[in-house]
């Protein structure tokens, strides 16, 4: 299945290498967000502060603001009030270090898999591009085009790009939600392990609260354009998830959705 940690040594990360890759995440705070098109206000004063390396799960109702607020963190909208603040400074615009994996792989059609994920094109972006498709298991891929992978494989290429960067801060918007439920454990792995060794701070969009407990060390409630609910999910990992408290912990939460 997934190769990514046999291949490290190809890759040519020493030990080195490996240690600076350690511990990328950075802390990320929102302040009183507020957003509203035209009458209806989406985001209400939101307020959250997610340490550094921490893993957090977002769940809410359809069109709570979900995706409004990831566009709001990664720069591509601006809120009308309140402030994103990451490693104790403010930010505008788009920022290097906080990437952004939507729910369709957007991958452009006519570049190839390695081309899609060097989209940067900054120097050796070869090279690089073809460590992160190692990451997520698919350098044997890199010379084919998007159209002939599967819908799983193409949000490796997706994530392969997110990850390219070295990001601080990883953004996931329903990454998973297309793809069928096994592909979908294969998913939650990869990005678990590729978490437990980079410690980017991580915000996913779920609408699957089980995704939601597996995957994060805290689970938050949006509703009514703020925080509702906000929870710790102390289980270890690797995480069982016919775990009774986790299950107990998914009603709990799905009470407050
Ligand atoms: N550019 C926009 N112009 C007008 N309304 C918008 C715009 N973007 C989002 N909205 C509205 O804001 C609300 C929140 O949308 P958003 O996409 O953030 O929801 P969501 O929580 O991501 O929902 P879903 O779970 O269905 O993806 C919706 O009512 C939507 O119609
Ligand atoms: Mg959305």
Same mark, same amino acid.
């Given at each position: ?6 291949? &490290? ?11 600076? @890759?350690?511990? *990328?995440?950075?802390?990320?705070? *929102? ?16 307020? +959250?502060? /997610?340490?550094?390396?921490?893993? /957090? $799960?977002? /769940? ?15 720069? *591509? ?5 309140? !402030? ?17 994996? =939507? ?7 006519? !570049?190839?898999? @390695? ?16 460590? $992160?498709?190692?990451?997520?298991? @698919? ?13 799983? !494989? ?15 801060? +990883? *953004?996931?918007?329903?990454? =998973?939600? $297309? ?20 410690? =980017? ?27 509702? =609910? ?6 270890? &990992?690797? &995480? ?6 986790? $299950? ?10």
């Amino acid at each position: 299945m997934l190769k990514r940690l046999d291949n &490290r040594q190809d890759a040519g990360f020493g030990a080195e290498g490996e240690a600076k @890759l350690k511990g *990328l995440g950075k802390s990320l705070k *929102l302040e009183a967000l507020k957003r509203a098109f035209g009458q209806r206000v989406v985001l209400d004063g939101l307020s +959250l502060d /997610v340490p550094a390396g921490q893993f /957090v $799960a977002i /769940v809410g109702r359809s069109g709570v603001g979900k995706s409004t607020l990831m566009r709001l963190i990664v720069g *591509l909208d601006q809120p009308e009030a309140g !402030q994103v603040v990451i490693d104790g400074k403010p930010v505008r615009g788009l920022q290097d270090s906080v990437r952004l994996l =939507f729910q369709d792989a957007r991958l452009l059609p006519w !570049q190839s898999v @390695l081309s899609n994920v060097g989209i940067a094109r900054a120097p050796g972006w070869r090279e690089t591009a073809l460590e $992160a498709l190692r990451e997520v298991g @698919l350098a044997d891929r890199a010379n084919d085009w998007p159209a002939v992978l599967s819908g799983g !494989q193409r949000q490796r290429v997706a994530l392969a790009r997110v990850l390219v960067g070295r990001p601080s801060v +990883l *953004l996931l918007d329903e990454p =998973f939600g $297309a793809l069928d439920a096994l592909t979908r454990v294969e998913m939650h792995e990869l990005l678990e392990s590729l978490w437990l060794e980079r410690r =980017f701070t991580t915000l996913l969009i779920t609408h699957d609260v089980a995704e939601a407990v597996a995957l994060a060390d805290r689970v938050v409630v949006i509703k009514n354009g703020r925080l509702a =609910f906000d929870v710790d999910v102390s289980a270890e &990992r690797p &995480r069982d998830r016919t775990d009774p408290e986790l $299950a107990a912990l998914q009603a709990r939460i799905l009470k407050e959705v």
